[in-house]
């Protein structure tokens, strides 16, 4: 069993420091998106070593900056038709303290990106056009990454962000959230992670719909049902939801919206469970229901699934008086079926 702890040495984004509800909510509304850069390095002769192997000399100045991803989603759908501007299609983030680190170190008189590893095609693409947007210099840029590919738990989203980031804070330029949103929406749908905060989000839009505060301390006890799906491909064929299933997931959302504000996790809870098995029959789960059993028999809070990815969790109250208890109890139900389940914690209020 591997625990994905919310202190860990890639940063301090996840060491528990709080930021109130009325920051996020000035943070998630500015007009202009202020890059948060931390100063992690990467190995130094990992990184002199490609430099060296690409013949270039980078300029001095370089940039970190980090972007965390989230488990799945707490809800994702359709909301009735006109009910909200441009694509009716939404998801609300569960953000959890697992990072994506972009390092960029610009050489002057190019335009074009290199990028290591170089499979992360998704992130030179926005690099390129980003710099050419900034009207600066190309350059190397490092991915590190702690979220697995192709599992939903936003990895492709928090590289092209950490490499916004890095890329802005390198020049030290201020950016439109907008223009951001812009470049990720040609590229594929988003999961909302340049937002500090949990947030309602319309992923094929690139679009903010709102902010709903922070999430509470939570466990996710998360299992892997194998294989990969590649975000893309998977809005193309998921279909329609009936107007009926349109009018719950508004339902769920507003309920959403006074769950989080209040740190309400029982409430929390069942919007997740709600929002699996509304989803099930798009893309189905193999252990939905054993998970469910397994959330009944340990009075666990419930289940939360990525809704376009292969993970599959059962939600803990992290502040709960038996709460080593209950997890105890999750991993010894879990585990028949999966030997190595993860423990993923919540951000809870930091950026």
């Known amino acids: 069993m591997a625990v994905q702890n919310s202190i860990h040495p890639i940063g301090p984004l996840g060491s528990g420091a709080s930021m109130s509800t009325r920051e996020l909510l000035e943070a998630a509304a500015d007009e202009v998106w202020s890059p948060y850069v931390y100063h992690q390095t990467f190995d130094g002769s990992d990184a002199t ?13 370089s940039s970190d900056a980090l972007c965390c991803g989230t488990f799945g989603e707490l809800l994702q759908g359709q909301l009735p038709v ?5 694509d009716p299609h939404f ?38 056009n980003f710099v050419i947007a900034l009207g600066v210099s190309g350059g190397i840029l490092l991915l590190q990454s702690e979220l697995p590919e192709g599992k939903g738990l936003a990895s492709s989203s928090a590289d092209l962000v950490a490499t916004a980031r890095s890329i802005a804070g390198c020049f030290k330029r ?35 719909l709102s902010f709903l505060g922070q999430m509470p ?21 998921r279909g329609e ?20 504000s209040q740190g309400d996790t029982a409430t929390i809870g ?52 038996d709460f080593s208890q209950k997890l105890r109890s999750v991993l010894s139900y879990v585990s ?6 993860r423990i993923y914690l919540t951000m809870t209020g930091c950026r």
């Open 49 to 61: 070593q490609i430099i060296a192997e690409d013949a270039q000399q980078p300029r001095v100045h």
């Open 82 to 86: 006109g009910s909200v501007p441009r």
């Open 91 to 128: 998801l609300v983030t569960m953000p959890i303290a697992l990072f994506a680190r972009a390092h960029f170190m610009p050489i002057a008189g190019t335009r074009s990106v290199t990028v290591y590893p170089s499979h992360k095609v998704k992130a030179k693409r926005l690099a390129e």
């Open 174 to 208: 201020r950016v439109p959230t907008s223009l951001i949103e812009k470049l990720m929406a040609e590229i594929e749908p988003s999961d909302g992670v340049m937002y500090p905060g949990v947030v309602a989000y319309q992923q094929r839009a690139c679009s903010l």
């Open 217 to 237: 301390p939570l466990a996710i006890v998360g299992i892997d049902e194998g294989g990969t799906v590649e975000t893309v491909d998977y809005d193309q064929r």
């Open 241 to 260: 939801n009936s107007a009926s299933q349109r009018a719950e997931y508004h339902e769920l959302l507003d309920r959403a919206r006074i769950a989080i």
């Open 270 to 321: 069942r919007i997740a469970t709600a929002s699996a098995l509304l989803h099930q029959e798009r893309a189905p789960k193999e252990h939905l229901n054993s998970m469910l059993k397994v959330s009944e028999a340990t009075d666990a809070l419930g289940v939360i699934v990525a809704h376009s990815g292969t993970m599959i969790g059962i939600l803990l109250d992290r502040m709960a008086a």
């Open 336 to 341: 028949p079926f999966d030997n190595s389940p």
